[in-house]
């Protein structure tokens, strides 16, 4: 129970957070009794804004586990980079889905696994994913992001999709192409990926159901391509073709 001296003058609204599954907040304002405030997100799905807890058995619902650093995001970054390092020891590890000091396949399998995918449902801007890596589910990669004044940027360049000799031009299809400087699948590796334009934002891009720009990096949020803080793109030439290299995409959360 919190406790609060000020005056309430508006509807309240709360948000719960926990160090391995996902946030979630109630769907409508509390209700009052008393000057008591109070919210039962327990016997209904439709209780947490955007139904963003799960059938948990008995009837009951809950919280979403499995995200092991706090993204905001349940996948592969998870299991690879949090629970592998901490499998087998013994304390409350973020790993530690189920709650029982110990971390071992229990966390994985019956936690992690069925709600692999699972991201959190939160209103636009309450998700905070910079510092950590972010993780492309296409192709396994993961990029770093950074905070630059009130924005989520990526700090690393993008450097998915399959080589192309810099004298082909890029198709329009559902295969993702790129170049490589000198024709180097290694200079990718080190340097990322170049782009045309329309390459980029089928890349980075999708419409989903309500017209809406989506980001394939972070569903449920979308994306803004640039280079520089002042917008303007990272133009070279290879061959004929004008690209662009996706150096810093800006995530907007």
């Known amino acids: 129970m919190i406790g609060y001296d000020g005056t309430i003058t508006s509807n ?25 405030y109070a919210w039962d997100f327990t016997y209904q799905l439709a209780k947490a804004f955007l139904d963003g807890q799960k059938d948990i058995g008995s009837g009951m619902f809950g919280m979403i586990g499995g995200d092991c650093n706090a993204s905001g995001s349940i996948n592969a970054y998870d299991e690879n980079k949090d629970w592998s390092l901490d499998a087998g020891k013994t304390s409350n590890y973020q790993s530690d889905l189920i709650l029982d000091t110990q971390v071992n396949n229990l966390d994985k399998d019956d936690t992690w696994s069925p709600n692999f995918g699972k991201v959190v449902q939160l209103p636009e801007g309450n998700i905070s994913i910079c510092g950590t890596e972010i993780l492309d589910d296409r192709d396994g990669q993961y990029y770093n992001t950074v905070q630059i004044g009130t924005q989520c940027w990526m700090a690393e360049n993008l450097n998915i999709g399959t080589m192309i000799t810099g004298t082909t031009e890029m198709a329009n299809d559902s295969i993702i192409e790129k170049y490589c400087y000198c024709n180097s699948t290694a200079n990718c590796d080190i340097y990322g990926g170049l782009y045309q334009w329309n390459e980029i934002s089928k890349i980075l891009l999708y419409t989903d159901n309500s017209g809406h720009h989506q980001s394939h990096l972070l569903p449920g949020h979308g994306t803004g391509i640039s280079s520089t803080i002042t917008g303007k ?21």
């Open 12 to 36: 309240l609204y709360v948000i719960v957070w926990h160090r391995n599954h996902l946030a979630l907040m109630s769907s409508g304002p509390l209700s009052e009794s008393g000057g008591i």
């Open 233 to 253: 793109p990272i133009e070279t030439t290879i061959s004929r073709h004008s690209v662009f290299r996706c150096a810093v995409c800006m995530i907007k959360l």
